[in-house]
């Protein structure tokens, strides 16, 4: 994290150790989007995402007078969030049963477009691109925990290796062993639509 | 280099933390071996899926209902906190008053009370009244210092009653004055 964020949030969690308000309110605003965006990748619904995000900040509040400033503030809720992830999809695990393979997500189960070699603005490209990107995320859901925090926090909020360590209180070698984990499992998940098996979309002939 | 080491080259490949050397041996083992470059090809096209994968903004609703929590998460616990404060000096001033009673059960039946006796009484009974008009008070504005006020003026009636019934012993009235402070300080902090 950069110095001058460092500071700033240094400054909030001191506003808001002395009680004021539109303290936490900006720290609400700064990091809401970021915390969403993490919860949305971890969790399926959209619903539950803002539920626990909402739940995120509510417990930063009831917790910030004891921050102590060990880590810096964006760790600290993103850790909160990992925890709210966590717990939230181990409750889930006991009461679904367990999740489709990814072959059986496909909603028409017609044919998958040619790898696109057109040009980028080609609507069907373009639909392809998407296509692979809602298959990214459905594959994510279905992965272990885990591998899926680290994969997240990494590739998608663009954490640093380090900080995702602090934040999943591990050492930093299980961190980057599970990331490769993350990738060969991910692949291994994406391996039928990567190569072709579960086709999606249809170009015109 | 063989494959399994060709393969965890690919991913801190893609972190930008393999070395020239590790690339140069992976360049090299990718032109032979099929299977791996198929293998960093998916990895590749998968990652650059994920970082590019749209950050949703959260909704407006997040911030509004967070600020409607928190405010409800307030009150809740202002309430809670008058009514506990309220309660702790509520019983502290009535267990004050049993001692103070029962110190003049006690005279009263070892000898006839004197003049300055039923003065000291009397003050002892006006500050014990002082205490529940102070405790009452708290509850309405939840101040910390009327908070403090009644567990000093339930102290100081329970010291004066104490020094009426005994007005010589002057090592009681010391040790009851100093687990008034202490039970002010406690109070304090």
Same mark, same amino acid.
């Given at each position: 994290m950069m110095e001058g964020a460092a500071d700033r949030d240094a400054i909030l969690v001191t506003r808001c150790q002395s009680q004021e308000q539109s303290a936490f309110d900006e720290i609400v605003l700064l990091y809401q989007d970021r915390i969403f965006s993490y919860i949305?990748?971890?969790?399926?619904?959209?619903?539950?995402?803002?539920?626990?995000?909402?739940?995120?900040?509510?417990?930063?509040?009831?917790?910030?007078?004891?921050?102590?400033?060990?880590s810096s503030l964006q760790t600290w809720l993103f850790r909160i969030a990992t925890n709210l992830c966590v717990d939230w999809l181990r409750r889930r695990k006991t009461?679904?049963?367990?999740?489709?393979?990814?072959?059986?997500?496909?909603s028409s189960g017609s044919v998958i477009a040619? *790898?696109?070699?057109?040009?980028?603005?080609?609507?069907?490209?373009?639909?392809?691109?998407?296509?692979?990107? $809602? /298959? =990214?995320?459905e594959a994510l859901h279905l992965l272990p925990e885990r591998l899926k925090t680290v994969l997240v926090l990494h590739e998608v909020v663009g954490l640093p290796?380090? *900080?995702?360590?602090?934040?999943v209180r591990c050492p930093l070698?299980?961190?980057?062993?599970?990331?490769?984990? $993350? /990738? =060969?499992?991910?692949r291994s998940l994406m391996l039928p639509y990567l190569r072709g098996e579960v086709k999606t979309v249809d170009r015109p002939q | 280099?063989?494959?399994?080491?060709?393969?965890?080259?690919?991913?801190?490949?893609?972190?930008g933390e393999a070395s020239v050397r590790e690339l140069l041996a992976l360049k090299e083992h990718l032109e032979r071996c099929c299977q791996c470059s198929v293998f960093a090809n998916d990895l590749g096209r998968l990652t650059g899926v994920l970082r590019n994968s749209n950050v949703e903004s959260a909704p407006e609703s997040v911030t509004f209902v967070v600020q409607e929590r928190l405010s409800r998460l307030k009150r809740?616990?202002?309430?809670?906190?008058?009514?506990?404060?309220?309660?702790?000096?509520?019983?502290?001033?009535?267990?004050?008053?049993?001692?103070?009673?029962?110190?003049?059960?006690?005279?009263r039946s070892l000898r006839t009370l004197g003049?300055?006796?039923?003065?000291?009484?009397?003050?002892?009974?006006?500050?014990?009244?002082?205490?529940?008009?102070v405790s009452v008070r708290v509850h309405y504005d939840r101040s910390h210092t009327s908070v403090v006020e009644a567990t000093v003026a339930a102290s100081t009636a329970q010291v004066l009653t104490l020094s009426a019934m005994d007005p010589l012993d002057d090592v009681t009235i010391v040790n009851n004055l100093s687990r008034s402070a202490r039970d002010v300080h406690a109070m304090v902090h």
């Amino acid at each position: 994290m950069m110095e001058g964020a460092a500071d700033r949030d240094a400054i909030l969690v001191t506003r808001c150790q002395s009680q004021e308000q539109s303290a936490f309110d900006e720290i609400v605003l700064l990091y809401q989007d970021r915390i969403f965006s993490y919860i949305r990748h971890m969790v399926a619904s959209r619903e539950d995402a803002e539920d626990l995000t909402q739940e995120v900040f509510v417990r930063a509040y009831c917790g910030i007078q004891t921050f102590r400033g060990h880590s810096s503030l964006q760790t600290w809720l993103f850790r909160i969030a990992t925890n709210l992830c966590v717990d939230w999809l181990r409750r889930r695990k006991t009461t679904q049963t367990v999740s489709p393979p990814l072959e059986c997500l496909s909603s028409s189960g017609s044919v998958i477009a040619e *790898e696109p070699s057109c040009s980028e603005l080609d609507p069907f490209v373009l639909l392809a691109e998407e296509e692979l990107k $809602a /298959r =990214v995320l459905e594959a994510l859901h279905l992965l272990p925990e885990r591998l899926k925090t680290v994969l997240v926090l990494h590739e998608v909020v663009g954490l640093p290796y380090a *900080e995702v360590a602090s934040i999943v209180r591990c050492p930093l070698g299980t961190v980057k062993s599970r990331m490769f984990q $993350a /990738r =060969v499992a991910l692949r291994s998940l994406m391996l039928p639509y990567l190569r072709g098996e579960v086709k999606t979309v249809d170009r015109p002939q | 280099m063989n494959c399994q080491q060709a393969q965890r080259t690919i991913s801190r490949q893609l972190d930008g933390e393999a070395s020239v050397r590790e690339l140069l041996a992976l360049k090299e083992h990718l032109e032979r071996c099929c299977q791996c470059s198929v293998f960093a090809n998916d990895l590749g096209r998968l990652t650059g899926v994920l970082r590019n994968s749209n950050v949703e903004s959260a909704p407006e609703s997040v911030t509004f209902v967070v600020q409607e929590r928190l405010s409800r998460l307030k009150r809740e616990g202002e309430r809670r906190y008058s009514l506990n404060r309220t309660r702790w000096t509520a019983s502290s001033v009535l267990r004050q008053l049993a001692a103070a009673l029962r110190e003049c059960w006690l005279a009263r039946s070892l000898r006839t009370l004197g003049r300055r006796e039923v003065y000291i009484a009397a003050a002892c009974a006006a500050v014990f009244v002082l205490g529940l008009v102070v405790s009452v008070r708290v509850h309405y504005d939840r101040s910390h210092t009327s908070v403090v006020e009644a567990t000093v003026a339930a102290s100081t009636a329970q010291v004066l009653t104490l020094s009426a019934m005994d007005p010589l012993d002057d090592v009681t009235i010391v040790n009851n004055l100093s687990r008034s402070a202490r039970d002010v300080h406690a109070m304090v902090h």
